[in-house]
């Protein structure tokens, strides 16, 4: 069997895909013969957290510990080096395939509460092809007895075509950035982006810039959709679209991992519901009662 499970393929038009039952992740996007997203063989480990959901919560938790409804928790630190609980629990996960057709379907996953995340989460994704693009939505329904903190949000790198990150353009409808610490990437304060070099609300050449952070105060359009737009020197490109008032904040992270084969071949735009730890700040946490579901869409296109 495949590192990364079992293997479904969609299609529909000139979008193809791939989505794998590890992770319920994001293996493969086309259009034509284009990549999309950087993607990994099906007989690879998935590197990183390329495509992956991050439920039920997106980025990091300062030292794995939070305190929620009066108790104090503490989650497994999978950034050790760091000193963080990064992107959640159901990445490595196995789901079950629900629904299946030639362009469309659902995974599921039963989170089993534990003593650093107490709460049972039905979750759902599906992930759906059509003229538009991708749509990939997450959903999660709180079968607990209690109120459960949640956060979500994906980890696609968006390919614009060809070359690196260095010799695309990004268009980034963000007024704010989230400053982090430079060793562990926790919150500091929000800023204006033009005081660290990072405002592309009018596109420009990302060149050798290093961008890991979460930006905020999104501009949208008339139906309140926020849309980062990555293109290409020679034409063509890539756009992540999604409802800002849903998910206010995006991580941008322009994957540098020098000396490594994925060292800044695709740009992460992360559409998230809640900016990093903000299980401890409770910015725009996502607090569901006992019943009560969350659902988020995000969608990829080629441009």
């Given at each position: 069997?495949?590192?990364?499970g079992?293997q479904v393929?969609l299609?529909h038009?000139d979008?193809?895909?791939?989505?794998?039952e590890?992770?319920?992740?994001?293996?493969?996007?086309?259009?034509?013969?284009?990549?999309?997203?950087?993607g990994?063989?099906?007989?690879?480990?998935?590197?990183?957290f390329?495509?992956?959901?991050?439920?039920?919560?997106?980025?990091?938790i300062?030292?794995?510990?939070?305190?929620?409804?009066?108790?104090?928790?503490?989650?497994?630190?999978?950034?050790?080096?760091r000193?963080?609980?990064?992107?959640?629990?159901?990445?490595?996960?196995?789901?079950d395939?629900?629904?299946?057709?030639?362009?469309?379907?659902?995974?599921?996953?039963s989170?089993?509460?534990?003593?650093?995340?107490?709460?049972?989460?039905?979750?759902?994704?599906?992930?759906?092809?059509?003229?538009?693009?991708?749509?990939?939505?997450?959903?999660?329904?709180?079968?607990?007895?209690?109120p459960?903190?949640?956060?979500?949000g994906?980890?696609?790198?968006?390919?614009?075509?060809?070359?690196?990150?260095?010799?695309?353009?990004?268009?980034?409808?963000a007024?704010?950035?989230?400053?982090?610490?430079?060793?562990?990437?926790?919150p500091?304060?929000?800023?204006?982006?033009?005081?660290?070099?990072?405002?592309f609300?009018?596109p420009?050449?990302?060149?050798?810039?290093?961008?890991?952070?979460?930006?905020?105060?999104?501009?949208t359009?008339?139906?309140?959709?926020a849309?980062?737009?990555?293109r290409?020197?020679?034409?063509?490109?890539?756009?992540?679209?999604?409802?800002?008032?849903?998910?206010?904040?995006?991580?941008?992270?322009?994957?540098?991992?020098?000396?490594?084969?994925?060292?800044?071949?695709?740009l992460?735009?992360?559409?998230?519901?809640?900016?990093?730890?903000a299980?401890?700040?409770?910015?725009?946490?996502?607090?569901?009662?006992?019943?009560?579901t969350?659902?988020?869409?995000?969608?990829?296109?080629?441009?």
């Open positions: 069997m495949s590192p990364s079992t393929e299609r038009g979008y193809s895909a791939v989505v794998t590890v992770g319920a992740t994001l293996r493969e996007l086309r259009h034509g013969d284009r990549p999309l997203v950087a990994f063989g099906a007989d690879e480990i998935r590197p990183n390329r495509g992956a959901v991050l439920a039920p919560w997106p980025n990091r300062a030292d794995g510990v939070y305190t929620f409804d009066g108790q104090e928790r503490q989650l497994p630190l999978t950034e050790p080096t000193g963080n609980a990064l992107h959640g629990l159901v990445a490595w996960v196995r789901w395939v629900l629904e299946q057709d030639a362009a469309a379907a659902t995974f599921g996953h989170l089993v509460p534990f003593t650093g995340y107490p709460h049972p989460l039905d979750l759902r994704v599906r992930y759906a092809l059509d003229d538009a693009g991708l749509h990939w939505t997450v959903t999660a329904t709180n079968t607990g007895s209690g459960a903190p949640y956060g979500t994906p980890h696609p790198y968006l390919v614009a075509g060809a070359g690196r990150v260095d010799d695309w353009s990004l268009e980034l409808p007024a704010e950035y989230l400053a982090v610490t430079p060793d562990r990437l926790l500091v304060d929000v800023e204006k982006v033009e005081s660290a070099g990072f405002d609300r009018s420009r050449v990302l060149g050798d810039l290093f961008i890991d952070h979460a930006f905020t105060s999104l501009a359009d008339a139906d309140g959709v849309r980062v737009l990555v290409a020197a020679g034409g063509g490109g890539v756009e992540c679209s999604w409802v800002a008032a849903e998910c206010p904040w995006v991580q941008i992270h322009t994957a540098d991992r020098p000396g490594e084969p994925g060292d800044r071949i695709g992460a735009v992360e559409p998230m519901t809640c900016p990093p730890d299980f401890n700040s409770g910015t725009d946490l996502v607090v569901l009662a006992p019943g009560q969350h659902q988020t869409t995000w969608t990829i296109a080629a441009l």
